[in-house]
T-cell receptor, first 113, second 113 residues
């Protein structure tokens, strides 16, 4: 079972460059999420999508944009990368329902020089 | 507002000893609570979840957690630590607005031989 797949796994960018992080899930989930993980800060929600065609800001949306391309795919774009965006990025998905857990990909490790 | 506090960013136990990882939550509405585990260079995996059916919840790998409303706690325990339990553990809370999970800052568990 593939679950949630993220690409790429690693990336190094220069300040000001742009890039898109890809995420796809094969569990037919409506909800998808993008988080960043920084040491000592847990996971912070960047954006989420409750269904195809909808997106909403999370806790730390500045500097990012997202696209819910279809039910399976949810991409995260950095238009002009900054060193403060160096982090590990996780995509997750979940079924609808208050008590449904989130399923995570293995992450994208992004360094911005 | 909802939040999660994990006491102790690092916990070290000997192999075979009791594991106790602490989680306290703040929620103005009945919470749903989760524990996740993260192994190096991997995403988060669900250990267990509390959804009001029973206050003592059993999860995978011998872990369990007890929901105590009076103490607003959801501590994770395992009677006997194994070397393979070394990982980072995250507590998370959500509620009626199920698109928002609030994660704690994580506790790294070290198991000594």
């Amino acid at each position: 079972n593939a679950g949630v797949t993220q690409t790429p796994k690693f990336q190094v960018l220069k300040t000001g460059q742009s890039m898109t992080l890809q995420c796809a899930q094969d569990m037919n989930h409506n909800s998808m999420y993008w988080y960043r993980q920084d040491p000592g800060m847990g996971l912070r929600l960047i954006y989420y999508s409750a269904s195809e065609g909808t997106t909403d800001k999370g806790e730390v949306p500045n500097g990012y944009n997202v696209s819910r391309l279809n039910k399976r795919e949810f991409s995260l774009r950095l238009e002009s990368a900054a060193p403060s965006q160096t982090s590990v990025y996780f995509c997750a998905s979940s079924q609808d329902g208050y008590n449904q857990p989130q399923h995570f990909g293995d992450g994208t490790r992004l360094s911005i020089l | 507002a909802q939040s999660v506090t994990q006491l102790g960013s690092h916990v070290s136990v000997s192999e075979g000893a009791l594991v106790l990882l602490r989680c306290n939550y703040s929620s103005s509405v009945p919470p749903y609570l989760f524990w996740y585990v993260q192994y190096p260079n991997q995403g988060l995996q669900l250990l267990l979840k509390y959804t009001s059916a029973a206050t003592l919840v059993k999860g995978i790998n011998g872990f369990e957690a007890e929901f105590k409303k009076s103490e607003t706690s959801f501590h994770l325990t395992k009677p006997s630590a194994h070397m393979s339990d070394a990982a980072e553990y995250f507590c998370a809370v959500t509620s009626y607005n199920f698109n928002k999970f609030y994660f704690g800052s994580g506790t790294k568990l070290n198991v000594k031989p």
